[in-house]
Every structure is written in C-alpha cells, then in structure tokens.
C-alpha cells in the first residue's frame, strides 16, 4: 500500500500564514501539518508516499529533506500550474504511480487523529471513504449513504440544501482505494472528465459519477470519537489548536475563546449558563421565519428598543437601558460609579475586573459552602466601607440566594449609608418561587431610587446569540448617562425582534423556568451519587462541587473534555476559594445531563 498527498494548493484563505508556505506547513501547536501527517503514516508500513507539490514546493521538499528516509519512501509529483487547475488535476498528474498500488489518498491541509488510519487501513472494504456526521462548523463536499454505508452521491456546494442537512455526511478527505478499482474505474472516469469538463474542477466529482452508475464500489465509514479538523483559514486553525492542544494548554486554549463551542464537532457545553428549555418555544420559529428580513434591515435606535424593553419587562422608560449583553452595560456601569466597590468573592469577575484593584473591598464567606445573609453583609460592611456594593443574587458561582424580603431591607441600609447597591440577578429566574424574586418592578426601584438592578437576558431566555442585557433603576440620571454611554444602534435586528414578539411567547417562558427547576432537582440528585464530588445547593442554573481526593478539579475536567468531549469551567483558581478545588457545572436538559451523569460516573468506576 501506498500514500498519496494533495500539497500543491495555495491556501489564500490563511492570508499571511501562508505568504511563502504552502499550507501543510502551517503548526499547529508548534509541529508542522506535514510533520504530523508523515509520522502518522510511517506507522502504516507503506511501499512509498507520493506528494503532489505546486505551490512553495520548493520549500516543502527541502523541508522534508532526508529526515524521513529511515521511515518512509517519499517521492514527488509537481504540479506546475497549481494556480490555475484545482485539485483534479494534481490528482491525476500522480495518476501512473495511483495505479501500481492500493492508496490512501490525504489531503495535506488535514489534522486527524492516528487511529482514523488504523481503522482506515484494517477494514476489510477495499474502497472507503471516511465520514462525519453533517455538523454546521463543516463545509466542502458532503455524501449521502446507505443503509449498507454505499455512498450514493456526492453533494457539490453548489446542489448542498439546509433542509436535507440530517441526512448528509461530510467528507473528511481520507480515503483508501484498490488498485483494481483506481486502474479500471477511476483513472479511465478521471481521464474522461478532465478532457470534457477541464482542468479547474475536483476529483470527488469522479466519484460522484462513478456512484451514480455503481452505488456499490465506494463505502463510507463514519467516524465515532476520533478527533480530526480541515484548516482552510485562521478560526479552523485556532479551533485546530484547541482541539489537539497539549494536556497543560488545552483547558487556556478552550476557555480563552470565551464561547463558541458549537463549532467544536458533539462538545457539550457545560460551562456557558442559559435556559435549556425556552429555545424550544415558537419564538424560535418565529425569528427564524423572519431571518432574512432581520439580516437585511437596519435595527431601530436606543429610544425605540427602550420603549420595547419596557414592554417586555414591565419597567418604566426612564428606568431601562438595554444594552448588547449584560456585558456592555457592566462596562459602561463600573467606567461611571466613583468610589469604592464592595463585592464579595468568590465572584462573577466581569465587575470586578473592570475596576483598579485598591477600589475594592472584598468580602468572603467563612463557610464551606460559601453561604451568606444581608446580616452578614451589614456586618462587613459596616466595618468595611464602600461607595457601591455589588450583590449578585442567585450569586454565581455559588448559587447563594437572599429572598426578596431581605434585599429589600439591604437595600433600605445601603439608602440610608448613602451607598449605591447593584443587584445582578439575571439567574433570579432559576429560583424556586421566581416570579416573586424579581426586583423589576417600578414601585421597588421607586422605594429605593439609587438601587440598580442588572439582568443578563442571555442567561434566563437561552438566547446569548442575540446579545441583550437590560439596567434599571428610578435614578434616571444615571440611566440616561448610560444610554449616552453606548452606541444608538447597541441592539441588533434580532434582539429588537426578540422584544417585539416576546410577550406572545410569556407563558413558554414560564412554563420552561418550571420545567428547569424539575431539571435541577434530577440532576442535582445524580451528581450527589458521584463520590469524589461534593455539591452545594444552588439556586441557580449551575452548581458549585468540590472535588475530593484522589482527585482535582483539572484532572476531571481534562478526563471529561479527553474522554467524553465535555467541557466543565474549573473554578478552582478562582479568588475566595484559596486554591481549593471547586468546579461550576451547569444545568442543561435532561438528555444532556443523562450523558454527563454517565460520564462521571465511568470516572468514578475506574478509579486507579
């Protein structure tokens, strides 16, 4: 058997990176796509590796020098108009030598797992192509198969449709063919429909018409758990580097992307807080249904989508900012407030991180579940001043929540301390009773006129693509200072139809918070059955556990990410926690959680 390498391509779409390199020279994670790939196949006892070079050719094959001559027997094809031709043609330039051997044939700009080519190599189908279930990260050909895994078409981009997406497969571009096959089928087809259609096509669109007249010469083969990426531009390079990161760097390499786990294949997102139930309300279907006008239309200004938060939440015009996200509001809030800042740790850090570290004052719980009252806040504070207090209620990440009545008369004593309190409560929804936990009513800002309340819709609604967070209070001063503070357009057209068409939809969204608080209770009873975790009792849409020896919090969060594609947020670093380790799990749906319970459980199985 043989190997066959697809490297003559220019790889515009990596920009800079791929100035004087072609693209299997871009490392990732410091070792070279080539490097990678070479060493994986000096693992499979082949005859010879062909590459096709075109671009920067020149520099690969003095790259790869004599340094794998111990290992392998490479060889090279040039491909002298790689500017002009796709890769049909380079294909078919190493045409002669694909006909002397059965081949793998490897496009170069791949990162993959080693076992896909065990398994690619061991099965007994002569002609395979490995695939992977349609994810929406994925571009590029995609197949459709057969109960008997035939593959009976090729999909080009220009026939791909969003409405068949569950019954496609995309290519991962590793393939192993037959001599008998490559020399009596596919050259003679390769032959053929390069001198009618041209030299600028691909060569999977040989197989789509070999499939047309035999479904059952090519076989696909899905991949399960294996890992592999295709990197055409810098986000698949950066997703690249985080999928294959080295043990000590992969968790930075996840959590600094902030979010956008879903282009990362089957992750389950257990980090990123939001309702798991009102996505599946009609509301969805009802943006959805008016995509295209969104996309195209200008979104209203700041004094049109205050009028529509209004709306949605019950609170006076001249008392509510929206703002895109909660986060845009924080900033613009802390940049404004003088003084001190009381907070207490272990905290939601956006506040914080936005304000000089000698400006705050920090309290910390003496318990071991990191539970406190507005005694024990009067308390510290009395002794501890601070222009403003922040209290974010459920807190996160300790799910600590103080009933209604209580912030009530915590905020009566910040009034008469002359203190500003910002309540956060945009997981008060999750609450047991929430409906009756909410500050956003006029007469309670009204009863205490320098109290702000912040609320992440994100978190409670499960709609953090669209970006909306609302602040409120009676002084209208500073909300009006806010609203000059962001742009007239914050919002965009999404969230403003999210507004508009919200109240339709209020009693899903009662009914998805009642559902979530069933959830919890599940879920929270099968976490306590996992022994190396000790839970803490949340209000909130996440727990805060503590990992118990043998283990840490980083070798389970790492066993669960390696293992079983599960990402968890490691709080153990954390200020307030004093190097204990602690992780903050969310809540998802009861199918989700199902999985993660297993998977805590086959960790808590096999202990060494």
Request: with cysteine.
């Amino acid at each position: 058997m043989q190997a066959i390498i697809l490297a003559a391509g220019m790889g515009k779409r990596l920009g800079e990176y791929t100035k004087n390199n072609t693209k299997c020279m871009l490392p990732v994670n410091g070792v070279r796509l080539i490097d990678r790939m070479l060493t994986q196949l000096s693992s499979q006892n082949l005859n010879r590796v062909v590459i096709v070079v075109g671009y920067e050719g020149t520099k690969l094959i003095e790259y790869i020098g004599n340094r794998y001559d111990n290992k392998l027997k490479i060889e090279y094809v040039h491909n002298p108009i790689y500017d002009k031709t796709n890769n049909i043609y380079s294909l078919a330039l190493a045409k002669q030598q694909m006909m002397e051997d059965d081949t793998l044939l490897l496009e170069s700009d791949l990162i993959f797992d080693s076992e896909m080519l065990d398994i690619l190599v061991k099965h007994p189908d002569s002609n395979l192509a490995l695939v992977a279930k349609y994810e929406t990260w994925m571009d590029g050909t995609m197949v459709r198969i057969d109960d008997d895994r035939n593959i009976v078409n090729f999909i080009p981009k220009k026939a791909f449709k969003y409405s068949d997406t569950d019954k496609y497969f995309k290519t991962v571009n590793i393939y192993k063919f037959s001599k008998d096959f490559l020399r009596d089928k596919y050259i003679p087809f390769l032959d053929a429909y390069s001198k009618v259609m041209g030299n600028n096509e691909y060569y999977e669109n040989v197989l789509r018409i070999i499939s047309f007249l035999n479904n059952t010469d090519l076989k696909a083969l899905p991949i399960t758990t294996e890992k592999w990426y295709e990197i055409d531009d810098k986000q698949d390079l950066d997703i690249a580097e985080a999928i294959f990161a080295e043990e000590q760097d992969i968790l930075k390499k996840y959590y600094g992307r902030f979010g956008g786990y879903w282009r990362f294949p089957k992750m389950l997102d257990y980090c990123y807080l939001v309702n798991p139930y009102f996505r599946s309300s009609e509301i969805i279907d009802e943006m959805q249904a008016n995509f295209r006008t969104l996309i195209g239309e200008y979104p209203s200004g700041m004094k049109v989508n205050t009028l529509l938060a209004s709306k949605c939440w019950g609170v006076k015009e001249d008392y509510i900012v929206p703002g895109n996200g909660a986060a845009e509001l924080i900033k613009a809030l802390m940049e404004l407030l003088p003084g001190k800042l009381g907070i207490t740790r272990p905290t939601f850090e956006e506040y914080p991180n936005r304000r000089e570290s000698e400006s705050l004052v920090t309290f910390i719980p003496q318990n071991n579940e990191y539970r406190y009252s507005v005694q024990d806040l009067m308390n510290f504070f009395e002794k501890n001043p601070a222009d403003n207090i922040l209290l974010i209620n459920p807190d996160n990440p300790s799910g600590n929540f103080i009933p209604m009545q209580d912030i009530c008369m915590f905020a009566e004593w910040c009034e008469k301390h002359g203190i500003r309190l910002i309540v956060d409560e945009s997981f008060v929804d999750f609450s047991i009773n929430w409906e009756n936990n909410t500050l956003l009513h006029d007469h309670i800002l009204e009863s205490y006129p320098h109290m702000l309340v912040m609320k992440s819709i994100s978190k409670s609604y499960g709609v953090p693509g669209i970006r909306l967070g609302i602040l409120c209070s009676a002084d209208v001063e500073i909300i009006a200072k806010i609203k000059k503070m962001v742009s007239i357009w914050n919002l965009n057209s999404f969230c403003e139809f999210f507004m508009q068409i919200y109240t339709k939809y209020e009693k899903d969204y009662k009914r998805a918070c009642e559902r979530f608080i069933v959830t919890r209770n599940t879920f929270e009873e099968n976490l306590r059955q996992i022994r190396f975790l000790r839970v803490i009792p949340s209000q909130a849409n996440y727990f805060l556990v503590e990992v118990l020896p043998p283990y840490t919090a980083r070798e389970i969060i790492l066993r669960m990410l390696k293992e079983h594609n599960i990402l968890m947020r490691n709080c153990s670093g954390k200020e307030g926690f004093d190097g204990k380790q602690y992780m903050r799990i969310a809540i998802r749906d009861d199918k989700d959680n199902s999985r993660f319970i297993a998977a805590l459980k086959e960790i808590d199985n096999n202990k060494e």
